[in-house]
């Protein structure tokens, strides 16, 4: 029963914020209504943000309710986005939809004539990729619970409903929310990677594979509205995993789990095509008895039913039903592909071939709606998704790579050392061999077998009926040419060729000085001509990755950015020499410090020119679930990110980067590295990080396969960048996402006086990359909270190293606080009143969940805390409140 009633009709409100207000009121009675009967005792406390919390058990279940009420929170900003979105499109049309491809075609130079556009967007791609290190703590249970609560709000958005049937809504929707609390949310065991693989091909099955059919159909309408009738759609959008495929510090990747990674992206997209093609088949009645079939016609779909050994059949059981037998005979040949007898497709290229015939062919007697329904959506998911899901992409760390080599080398004598000229010319020497001798595999250690096994596999399905099944070997932690050089030595150990390798090893460039060498690598690189040949694909395209997390570790936010935007600039101006392009990825996570920001804007501020139509983008963690668990939300993401590179299409004219700017942004970014350093070069550092915050019982949380650290080592330089992040933002000190700014904005001042108040003012009004900047800086700072980071900080046992750390960490943040006010003109959290008033609305409970953690970190430490599932139960509480982990 409802603690009282609800609204009558809450879809009634046209006024978003009364809709929202609503919403949120009547989720707040069904989240009462369950802890009134799960958990009676903590309901009160629950209410009230200003009491203590309760030790014990009573501290679990109001944390699992906090935690419940946070993840309502988010389902609700979710849907009342997406309810936003459509009464924009229901006013103004789809060109006042921010995002949509309608709006950026609008923006696009209005001289562009439609044969101009047509060769631009063939080259529009993008390239969503879920990776392996998911830092979401929900479980996959969880995560279905949530997108089963937002389908039913999104069926209480029409007007239909009587009341009774309203009432039947909200009670489905509160026993969603009392299974929520009997699940829990907790994983008790780490998941296993195949709990991984699956949890990244949950997104597709609930979501994705329905979701680009209708951007495929969002691009039409645009694009004919614009141009007229008749610019195809292209296949824009190629999902990538790194879910099974990356191994870089993670041992429990193997050859074996890439080939079950493989396996289940291709069994899962063709059941789903099998289910399209069976609905098709029932309902594409067509018969020749009544409807004139062109001789031709019949001859091309009859060549489609033949290649099933049951053709005869099917002609006497459906007679005169072309389309029904031409759809069961394909049918027939997806199911022997899922169960691995013969008669299924060769390739990807003939089941397209065969869709293709069954919608001209529709098309020609006049059925266009019926092939826009059954089997357009269908082609068009072919064309994104083909035989395999996604590209499944690999990862692996230099050192390993390096050390495979050495080994190699040392079965027939004393390997050179790494870094040395000898070292560089014996590999060279060895890449130029046409007989190179392979060694016994038999004398190798696992580490080197299993690297070999890999690239091997990486052939075998280069070989398979869809190819692009598997993807490039991303080199982590690339540093020389010699890193590079050395895949493509290893990949003729494993059986490929001697000229030309079927093999794109995409470097990946982490460190701040790395992205400074990486046009020099390219240069070294393409000297040697087995790398150039396999290097240079046939349209001109180089894929380079760019670390966004480990760079912040590495020179702080400021500089970090700066360096990846330099990075990229340089990168196109050297590969240009080489009559190459590069196609940049970019290794972005969810929060500030991993590369987060909203993602047109992202784009948006990109370098003129590095873009050019062509992107790729990591997603992961609770990332992945905010942007794909809906279809809805799915659609409007994927539309978001491809429109936004088709806004980045080349236009005639390019604005000149003002010369100014470029000075001040690095000077700025050398100021803020200089700060950012010399707080993690203070005495103690490192013990101040691990005792002012819970990185070291992060291991307790069971949110995925990797472990915290590379290989085992305990320094800065060794951890991983997720649990830095973590770190950081669960004792909200947030330095990952704002150290260094205030710094180096009074020293810009202080040199240039007045001058410099006028120049950033012209930055943050003209340049996109600095006021973005300073808009990720003040949503990080609207996260910190500096008395909650005392507390934290309390827990540094040495007064020595916690009083002179923690001033400094201080003594920045007011810097900080001054700097953007000064530039913004307003005070904190002004120009972001909706996420001003959600940090609001969640700031009291999460202050004393904090609170509570110290106390919990506290006692675990001193050995009196006993079970582990408080400090679990807060860490996962803390998260959802923010929302990101890490």
């Known amino acids: 029963m409802l603690a009282a009633p609800l609204l009558t009709d809450p879809a009634a409100a046209d006024d978003q914020d009364a809709y929202v207000a609503t919403l949120r009121s009547d989720l707040r009675r069904l989240w009462v209504n369950v802890i009134q009967r799960r958990a009676p005792n903590v309901l009160q406390t629950a209410q009230d943000p200003d009491a203590p919390y309760p030790s014990g058990h009573q501290a679990i279940a109001l944390m699992q309710a906090v935690n419940i009420w946070f993840q309502l929170t988010k389902i609700i900003d979710e849907n009342a986005a997406m309810r936003a979105r459509r009464m924009v499109e229901a006013a103004e049309g789809l060109q006042a939809v921010e995002g949509s491809f309608a709006a950026a075609l609008t923006a696009l130079d209005p001289s562009m004539t439609r044969e101009e556009f047509a060769q631009l967007s063939t080259r529009l791609s993008v390239g969503p990729t879920l990776t392996a290190h998911p830092t979401e703590a929900k479980r996959v249970t969880v995560l279905e619970i949530h997108r089963r609560i937002y389908r039913l709000l999104v069926s209480l958005e029409t007007q239909r409903w009587t009341p009774r049937e309203r009432d039947d809504i909200f009670a489905d929707i509160e026993s969603e929310i009392d299974l929520l609390w009997m699940t829990g949310e907790l994983r008790i065991e780490r998941p296993r990677l195949s709990d991984e693989i699956e949890w990244g091909l949950q997104f597709f099955r609930d979501a994705l594979y329905d979701a680009v059919p209708q951007v495929f159909d969002r691009f039409v309408t645009a694009t004919t509205a614009r141009f007229g009738e008749g610019l195809p759609a292209t296949p824009c959008i190629r999902f990538h995993s790194w879910i099974g495929g990356d191994r870089d510090g993670n041992p429990n990747v193997t050859a074996e789990t890439t080939r079950d990674a493989l396996a289940r992206s291709r069994h899962a997209i063709l059941a789903r095509y099998l289910d399209a093609v069976t609905t098709a088949a029932a309902r594409l009645s067509v018969t020749a008895r009544i409807v004139a079939f062109p001789a031709d016609l019949t001859e091309r779909i009859d060549r489609i039913t033949a290649a099933t050994s049951r053709a005869q059949s099917l002609a006497t059981r459906h007679p005169g039903e072309l389309f029904r037998q031409a759809l069961t005979a394909i049918g027939d040949r997806l199911r022997a592909m899922i169960e691995g007898g013969a008669g299924g497709y060769a390739s990807v290229s003939h089941f397209l071939n065969d869709l293709r015939t069954l919608e001209d062919g529709l098309h020609t007697i006049g059925a266009d709606r019926l092939a826009a329904r059954y089997i357009t959506p269908l082609r068009w998911q072919a064309e994104v998704f083909g035989f395999r899901t996604h590209t499944l992409d690999v990862r692996q760390n230099s050192t390993v790579t390096t050390a495979v080599i050495a080994e190699l080398w040392s079965l027939t004598g004393e390997a050179p050392s790494y870094g040395t000229p000898d070292w560089s010319r014996r590999l060279r020497e060895d890449l130029s061999r046409p007989d190179l001798s392979h060694a016994d595999r038999a004398r190798l250690s696992p580490e080197a077998r299993e690297l070999l096994d890999l690239l091997a596999l990486m052939r075998q399905a280069r070989m398979s009926e869809d190819p692009e099944a598997i993807g490039p070997f991303i080199l982590s932690?690339?540093?020389?040419?010699?890193?590079?050089?050395?895949?493509?030595?290893?990949?003729?150990?494993?059986?490929?060729?001697?000229e030309k390798l079927d093999l794109q090893v995409v470097p990946l460039f982490e460190t701040i000085d790395d992205l400074r060498r990486a046009p020099e690598v390219f240069d070294a690189v393409l000297k040697v001509a087995l790398?150039?040949?396999s290097l240079r694909s046939r349209?001109?395209?180089?894929?380079?990755?760019?670390?966004?997390?480990?760079?912040?570790?590495?020179?702080?936010?400021?500089?970090?950015?700066?360096?990846?935007?330099?990075?990229?600039?340089?990168?196109?101006?050297?590969?240009?020499?080489?009559?190459?392009?590069?196609?940049?990825?970019?290794g972005r996570g969810g929060s500030v410090s991993r590369g987060g920001?909203?993602?047109?804007?992202?784009?948006?501020?990109?370098?003129?020119?590095?873009?050019?139509?062509?992107?790729?983008?990591?997603?992961?963690?609770?990332?992945?679930s905010s942007k794909y668990a809906n279809r809805g939300t799915a659609q409007n993401q994927l539309e978001l990110l491809a429109s936004s590179v088709l806004s980045h299409l080349p236009v005639r004219v390019q604005p000149a980067a003002d010369p100014e700017h470029i000075d001040a942004l690095e000077a700025l970014a050398g100021l803020s590295q200089t700060a950012y350093v010399s707080l993690l070069q203070m005495p103690g550092f490192l013990d101040y990080f691990q005792q002012a915050s819970p990185v070291e019982e992060l291991a307790m949380l069971k949110i995925g396969s990797r472990p915290a650290r590379r290989f085992g080592a305990r320094s800065l330089g060794d951890l991983r960048a997720i649990p830095w992040v973590f770190a950081w933002s669960q004792n909200r000190h947030m330095i990952t996402g704002w150290y260094g700014f205030g710094s180096a904005i009074r020293a810009l001042r202080q040199v240039r006086g007045p001058a410099a108040d006028r120049l950033l003012s012209d930055m943050y009004t003209r340049h996109p990359l600095f006021r973005l900047m300073v808009d990720e800086v003040e949503k990080s700072l609207m996260l910190t909270d500096m008395d909650i980071a005392e507390a934290y900080a309390a827990l540094v046992e040495d007064e020595a190293i916690r009083t002179p750390i923690l001033s400094r960490i201080q003594a920045e943040h007011s810097a900080a606080l001054a700097s953007l006010r000064d530039i913004t003109g307003t005070s904190l959290g002004l120009?972001?009143?909706?996420?001003?008033?959600?940090?609001?609305?969640?700031?009291?409970?999460?202050?004393?969940?904090?609170?509570?953690?110290?106390?919990?970190?506290?006692?675990?430490?001193?050995?009196t805390g006993g079970t582990t599932v408080p400090l679990m139960q807060s860490m996962t509480c803390i998260a959802s409140g923010l929302g990101w982990t890490g």
């Open 597 to 624: 920001a909203p993602t047109g804007r992202a784009i948006a501020a990109q370098p003129v020119g590095t873009v050019q139509g062509r992107l790729r983008i990591t997603e992961q963690g609770e990332v992945v």
């Open 539 to 586: 349209d001109g395209t180089v894929e380079v990755m760019l670390g966004y997390s480990d760079s912040n570790k590495d020179g702080g936010f400021l500089c970090s950015t700066w360096e990846l935007d330099k990075a990229q600039r340089r990168l196109t101006q050297s590969l240009a020499r080489h009559r190459l392009r590069p196609v940049f990825f970019h």
């Open 477 to 498: 932690m690339t540093r020389t040419a010699d890193d590079i050089l050395g895949v493509y030595l290893l990949a003729r150990h494993a059986g490929f060729g001697a």
């Open 831 to 863: 120009r972001f009143p909706k996420m001003q008033a959600r940090c609001e609305d969640l700031r009291p409970q999460l202050d004393r969940l904090n609170r509570l953690q110290i106390d919990l970190l506290r006692q675990s430490r001193q050995g």
């Open 531 to 533: 790398a150039e040949r």
